[in-house]
T-cell receptor
């Protein structure tokens, strides 16, 4: 199957700083990427949907100014957590699809963010 | 609003036994029902998926049973192995994109 790579796998940052997480589709072009957030022992909650070259669509309750998403190319989307606080500590996961209908979503390995 | 309900929350099965996880949905517009396996600290990986025009799909030790009228679907893991110990999520998607709605997850432990 197709490979989606996230970087970094884990990151620790100080409260008030910003951190960027990258999501890359390694062997296919991803017209749409999704960003999820997962708290311990909980399900994946969709944060936003990003399409290459356009603004991301955020789910209700997700602060777009805090979680900046950029999908500048067909193989890269980034999530920047701005002014991070301890409550932003979570597991962030991206997924990507090729854009043709009824295709599988390929998930990255996730990024563990800890804000201290 | 939880559109996909999953049970049980946790499950312990003996090696060689059958693991059964159930999901129920509300939105009749869902047209694709995948199951994902997730190990600690990793992203979810697709196990098997089914569409509503099929009542059952089998791939190796994994089988999905689908009941469209009851709006329920389940995952059966035959001959469960310790390596199957993971968290399993059902999901559902409406047509036209891969915006998935996930169930709450089932933590499976297969004991020797």
């Amino acid at each position: 199957g197709a490979v989606v790579s996230q970087h970094p796998s884990w990151v620790i940052c100080k409260s008030g700083t910003s951190v960027k997480i990258e999501c890359r589709s390694l062997d296919f072009q991803a017209t749409t990427m999704f960003w999820y957030r997962q708290f311990p022992k909980q399900s994946l909650m969709l944060m936003a949907t990003s399409n290459e070259g356009s603004k991301a669509t955020y789910e209700q309750g997700v602060e777009k100014d805090k979680f900046l998403i950029n999908h500048a190319s067909l193989t890269l989307s980034t999530l920047t957590v701005t002014s991070a606080h301890p409550e932003d500590s979570s597991f962030y996961i991206c997924s990507a699809e090729t854009g043709t209908s009824n295709t599988e979503a390929f998930f990255g390995q996730g990024t563990r963010l800890t804000v201290v | 609003q939880q559109q996909v309900k999953q049970s049980p929350q946790s499950l312990i099965v003996q090696k060689g036994g059958i693991s059964i996880i159930n999901c129920a949905y509300e939105n009749t517009a869902f047209d694709y029902f995948p199951w994902y396996q997730q190990f600690p600290g990793k992203g979810p990986a697709l196990l098997i998926a089914i569409r509503p025009d099929v009542s059952e799909k089998k791939e190796g030790r994994f089988t999905i049973s689908f009941n469209k009228s009851a709006k329920q679907f389940s995952l059966h893991i035959m001959d469960s192995q310790p390596g199957d110990s993971a968290t399993y999520f059902c999901a559902a998607r409406t047509g036209g994109g891969n915006k998935l709605t996930f169930g709450t997850g089932t933590q499976l432990k297969v004991e020797l």
